[in-house]
T-cell receptor, first 112, second 117 residues
Framework: EDQVTQSPEALRLQEGESSSLNCSYTVSGLRGLFWYRQDPGKGPEFLFTLYSAGEEKEKERLKATLTKKESFLHITAPKPEDSATYLCAVQKSLYGNNRLAFGKGNQVVVIP | DTEVTQTPKHLVMGMTNKKSLKCEQHMGHRAMYWYKQKAKKPPELMFVYSYEKLSINESVPSRFSPECPNSSLLNLHLHALQPEDSALYLC????????????????FGAGTRLSVL
């Protein structure tokens, strides 16, 4: 069975304290891995998509990396506005219509 | 512009009411999705429309009825809901089949917070 597991479930960081979020997946035929940011009561906001092992993408204080078994979202020198739930999702090549399998999310709180 | 607009933002309805949720995008996307999200849980796929045709129904109860009147609009008709249907309902869109890797990216709306009394 395909699985997407995110860890840690919750993380409290001091402002400026860098850390990493993990998304491990077991899926055959990975078509793409996606990171989203979600604020309370809002819809997920697209951050990154990664397609092949070794790929990296950056946006401001965030950097996403991908291996054959997991992805990391690195948060460098976080600020309070980086507080959110970060969702990881994978898409299988055998699925039609872009069905995504989501992990349960990493809830991040950055304390000033 | 990657905007998906959902209305209303909030909805309170009784179990005997009939209401509709609306979703609109003007990005030329040909795949549209409805998700349901409970508190502290990931989004759960409900329906997928591809080129205005229903392509995935994730065994959703018939009290939820989707409709795609045209390529820019997606509705979710609600009837005789139960209190456990209270959740954040999210709409998303993507470019659609055969549009390459970036065509897989789903863009979400802000959601409709539904409360069933």
């Amino acid at each position: 069975e395909d699985q997407v597991t995110q860890s840690p479930e919750a993380l409290r960081l001091q402002e400026g304290e860098s850390s990493s979020l993990n998304c491990s997946y077991t899926v055959s035929g990975l078509r793409g891995l996606f990171w989203y940011r979600q604020d309370p009561g809002k819809g997920p906001e697209f951050l990154f998509t990664l397609y092949s092992a070794g790929e990296e993408k950056e946006k401001e204080r965030l950097k996403a990396t991908l291996t054959k078994k997991e992805s990391f979202l690195h948060i460098t020198a976080p600020k309070p506005e980086d507080s959110a739930t970060y969702l990881c999702a994978v898409q299988k090549s055998l699925y039609g219509n872009n069905r995504l399998a989501f992990g349960k999310g990493n809830q991040v709180v950055v304390i000033p | 512009d990657t905007e998906v607009t959902q209305t209303p933002k909030h909805l309170v309805m009784g179990m005997t009411n009939k209401k509709s949720l609306k979703c609109e995008q003007h990005m030329g996307h040909r795949a549209m999705y409805w998700y349901k999200q409970k508190a502290k849980k990931p989004p759960e796929l409900m329906f997928v429309y591809s080129y205005e045709k229903l392509s995935i129904n994730e065994s959703v109860p018939s009290r939820f009825s989707p409709e795609c009147p045209n390529s820019s609009l997606l509705n979710l008709h609600l009837h005789a809901l139960q209190p456990e249907d209270s959740a954040l309902y999210l709409c998303a869109s993507s470019q659609g089949r055969g549009t390459g890797q970036t065509g897989n990216i789903q863009y979400f709306g802000a959601g409709t917070r539904l409360s069933v009394l």
